[in-house]
């Protein structure tokens, strides 16, 4: 059984930054690519940022040049670092990972992040 936690999330003000964590329990997480999606209220689930197995990444229009995924295969971690938080980035950020060449996929709980004065 695949657990996936998240962890990270918060209250900021606009301008602020947050680290999101996502930690793997698998044994070869270097088979594995990440994503992190986010569904702001009463909105529809929208991919935020991936992360290739081999680190090749990519961002959703309304975060590139503030957000930034990475990955930690030693700790089986993944994270996304962002910055310049805006209102507009109020969300439940959820973590997802598939094992590359399979249909399986995994989520986490979510983390509630909350950019507001």
């Known amino acids: 059984q695949v657990h996936i936690v998240e962890s990270g999330g918060g209250l900021v003000n606009p301008g602020g930054s947050l680290r999101l964590s996502c930690t793997v329990s698998?044994?070869?997480?270097?088979?594995?690519?990440v994503a992190w999606y986010r569904r702001a209220p009463g909105g529809r689930r929208q991919l935020v940022a991936h992360?290739?197995?081999?680190?090749?990444?990519m961002y959703a229009d309304s975060v590139k040049g503030r957000f930034t995924i990475s990955r930690d295969n030693a700790k089986n971690t993944a994270h996304l670092q962002m910055n310049s938080l805006k209102i507009e980035d109020t969300a439940v950020y959820y973590c997802?990972?598939?094992?590359?060449?399979?249909?399986?996929?995994?989520w986490g709980q979510g983390t509630q992040v909350i950019v507001s004065s």
């Open positions: 698998v044994s070869n997480f270097s088979q594995y690519r």
């Open positions: 992360i290739s197995y081999y680190g090749s990444t």
């Open positions: 997802n990972s598939r094992k590359t060449g399979t249909p399986d996929e995994y």
